[in-house]
């Protein structure tokens, strides 16, 4: 099996080796890198890995965030000029993370499956202090009960108050997919199109994903994404809905408004582990996984 990992990434200098290395561990043979126009240090570390032959890296310039199009070239150029048999569709803060072996004997244990669906543990910290310690040290919480989203719908997505923080609440997992067939990836690599009918699994994979690291690199990221979701004509405007908010709320209040909106308080921290709805993860970034 060759198992390929694509990875769409625009300024993530601070996480991004770090990425690569824990997934070459876990069994990708090779990386499809797509560069959105950084300019912090990222392309440089993307070349020493082409460099070294475990990479090949495209270049998209544009301003309008088209994943789904961009992630799908590169899925298609994985298998078709790589030989890759299944694709691991990745942002630079997301770290699958098997539970048993590595992702390869997981992936192996799904013969007849074409796409697998895996949840995301989305890793927060108190937004007071955010930034204090380093990323790998302060965001060492999760849920334990995501809220679903059919119990927190509100009228309006962009000026509503959400019913807790948007990290707290279960959002979409991501799909690891079977080449043969593969048509498209879908915007947010939640899923993916095929030529026929496919069959679906749930593994014993673990997304632990990392999205506010520092409130500089939030900022930088809600400028950038706000900006590229606005730019696009072509999704319609429920596609990218937290980065619009997110974008509106900079705008109008500065960085603190978003940040408060994704991250819980110390003090909401500290009522949720009381509560048991919120739980602490040790760190897992070691090669044996989970288990370790």
């Given at each position: 099996m060759t198992l390929a990992m694509t990875l769409l990434v625009r300024d993530?200098?601070?996480?991004v080796r770090e990425n690569i290395e824990f997934h070459l561990r876990q069994g990708v043979d090779l990386v499809v890198a797509i560069d959105n126009g950084s300019v912090d240090g990222t392309r440089d570390i993307l070349d020493e890995y082409q460099r070294a032959g475990v990479a090949t890296v495209f270049d998209e310039a544009g301003r309008d965030y088209a994943q789904s199009k961009w992630v799908t070239k590169a899925a298609l150029y994985a298998r078709d000029a790589l030989g890759a048999e299944w694709v691991l569709n990745n942002d630079a803060d997301?770290?699958?993370?098997?539970?048993?072996?590595n992702l390869k004997d997981v992936i192996a244990a799904y013969p007849d499956a074409s796409q697998l669906n895996v949840s995301r543990w989305n890793m927060v910290a108190d937004h007071h202090t955010l930034g204090q310690s380093g990323w790998r040290e302060e965001l060492i919480y999760r849920a334990a009960y995501p809220l679903p989203r059919t119990k927190w719908q509100i009228t309006d997505l962009y000026e509503g108050q959400l019913p807790a923080p948007y990290f707290l609440?279960?959002?979409?997992g991501k799909a690891l997919v079977r080449t043969a067939g593969l048509q498209k990836v879908t915007q947010g690599n939640h899923s993916a199109h095929f030529s026929d009918e496919q069959s679906h699994a749930t593994p014993p994979i673990q997304i632990f994903h990392y999205p506010v690291r520092?409130?500089?690199q939030f900022e930088k990221k809600v400028d950038q994404g706000g900006q590229a979701y606005l730019a696009n004509?072509?999704?319609?405007?429920?596609?990218g809905w937290h980065w619009r908010r997110w974008y509106r709320m900079y705008l109008e209040h500065g960085i603190e408004a978003p940040l408060r909106d994704a991250l819980p308080s110390g003090a909401q921290l500290r009522a949720g582990l009381a509560a048991g709805d919120i739980v602490r993860e040790e760190p897992f970034l070691v090669p044996a996984g989970?288990?370790?």
């Open positions: 993530e200098v601070d996480i997301e770290f699958w993370v098997p539970r048993r072996g609440l279960d959002l979409p520092s409130p500089k004509r072509e999704l319609p405007e429920s596609v989970l288990d370790a």
